[in-house]
């Protein structure tokens, strides 16, 4: 039996996967969370075979648990589930250490046959995207500028876009301010931009905020 952890903050969507998964014999949803520190609160007091992680919660950022989970859960399997488009975050939640990547509009059949890859120790990945990373590998790299970020860089770069200050930023990722201001000096090099309200406006041309 595959024991699931669900984590977002939104009961609606914790209860509909409880639903697609309650039609699989073979799989249960055995614990819920709606925050980053209940989801590491359970990952650590039980055992999990796939953990489905919302990407942006409440008291943080997705990636930096999974960071985390390679160190102090390096067993357990994560897929994330996000609202996010693939192309723009896909990319940075594998390099984090996520097996899978999924958007929340993927039908439930592809959701079961992802959970079922990944437990059986698999990644899963779309179409589109398979085709993307193949060409990444190939040298045939057709990503956009901040697909090829880091893991770390792209998440200064969504934090920046989203209006938080490098002050925020330090705190709320537990760096100092100059170790922040170091990774915005790298993003704005790699994307040929000079200040923040320029990182804005390439957020949002690109769709990655509103």
Sequence with gaps: MIRILIADDHAIVRQGLRQIVSDQ???????????????MEAVQSDSWDV???????????????????????????VLVLSMHSED????????????????????PEELVRALRRIHRGGKYVSQSLAEKLVGAVGGDDNREEHEKLSAREFQVFFMLATGRTLKEI???LGLSVKTISTYRSRTLEK????????????????RIID
Excluded at 88 to 107: D, I, R
Excluded at 191 to 206: K, W
Aim: no cysteine; charged share 20%; proline share 5%.
């Design 25 to 39: 014999p073979d799989m249960v949803v055995a614990g819920e969370a709606d925050s980053l520190t209940q989801t």
């Design 51 to 77: 953990l489905v992680l919302d990407l942006t919660m409440p008291d943080g950022n997705g990636l930096d648990l999974l960071r985390e989970l390679r160190f102090t859960k390096p067993d357990i399997r």
């Design 88 to 107: 723009q975050f896909a990319l940075p939640v594998l390099q984090a250490g996520a097996s899978g990547y999924l958007t929340k509009e993927t039908v």
């Design 170 to 172: 330090a705190r709320e």
């Design 191 to 206: 994307l040929g931009l000079q200040t923040n309200a320029e990182i804005v406006r390439y957020a949002i041309h690109q």
